[in-house]
């Protein structure tokens, strides 16, 4: 009953969000980027001890960057970008030289918030612009695979995929995931999608589900590593923020490369 009464709240900020946009879309990308940014910036050893502030000036700079690459009419806005990404590598990594209460691990694991992040909310905000359907093409990809993943591994699941990071996981499972995320993605954006050439269709739908299985073992591999169950508790029954969104995110870069490589064939 949690679990599903956290889908249905989640559902009913996500659809409205990505069906009119605007500030329930601003606020869903800003939850994820406090939240999520949360969840990854507490896997460092030395949560208690980092001088006040540095996670904040983590979360600016991917919202400079964001606004940077989205909402300015800059000429060279990319390049512009680019360089405030480097000047914050160069100042994480400066900081472990001044203070022992922030380690040089720790600089990695903030420059790795900023610019995964960054890339997840300019994808996702690229994509949504291009045609607001795209991202159902995702949501279709990844969570269609998940549950046909769950239910085929259920009943017919022998093989083990990875008892390394994910010991439930089978390769049955993962290709009756791959299935349902293939037909479901494939079906809606054949269907419903004007804007997508006939090969990019066929591309998303053949690599979004294996993209999104992928970053499911990912980000267990990252929980394994750092012995924890969930990111979070933050969404009753589901974990936290990166717990729902490993997959998608996945999925998400995946289709924006794909929309490059659109953009310049």
């Given amino acids: 009953k949690v679990r599903l009464m956290t889908t249905l709240l989640i559902l009913a900020w996500i659809v409205p969000a990505l069906l009119y946009g605007g500030f329930l879309l601003h606020a869903l990308i800003a939850f994820i980027i406090i939240c999520g940014g949360l969840e990854l910036l507490s896997l460092t050893d030395q949560k208690s001890m980092w001088p006040r502030g540095l996670r904040v000036i983590a979360m600016i700079f991917v919202f400079i960057l964001i606004y940077v690459q989205n909402y300015t009419h800059i000429a060279q806005r990319s390049t512009l970008a680019m360089g405030i990404l480097s000047m914050s590598m160069l100042f994480y990594l400066s900081i472990p030289i001044f203070t022992d209460r922030f380690h040089i691990k720790d600089s990695f694991l903030c420059i790795t918030y900023i610019a995964f992040f960054y890339f997840i909310g300019s994808g996702f905000l690229d994509i949504f612009k291009a045609n607001k359907l795209y991202v159902w093409i995702l949501f279709f990809a990844s969570y269609a695979c998940d549950t046909g993943a769950y239910f085929t591994g259920m009943l017919i699941g022998k093989h083990k995929l990875n008892t390394r990071i994910s010991p439930k996981k089978t390769v049955e499972g ?17 269907l419903f999608v004007d804007t997508l050439p006939m090969w990019a269709i066929w591309m998303s739908a053949l690599l979004l589900p294996i993209a999104g299985q992928i970053g499911d ?20 029954g589901h974990g936290g923020v990166l717990d729902r969104l490993d997959s998608l995110i996945f999925t998400m870069i995946c289709f924006h490369f794909i929309m490059i490589l659109m953009a310049v064939m």
């Fill in 217 to 236: 073992l990912a980000f267990s591999a990252i929980k394994r590593c750092y012995g924890i169950k969930d990111f979070s508790n933050l969404l009753p």
């Fill in 174 to 190: 993962a290709i009756g995931g791959w299935a349902f995320g293939f037909l479901f993605s494939f079906g809606f954006a054949y």
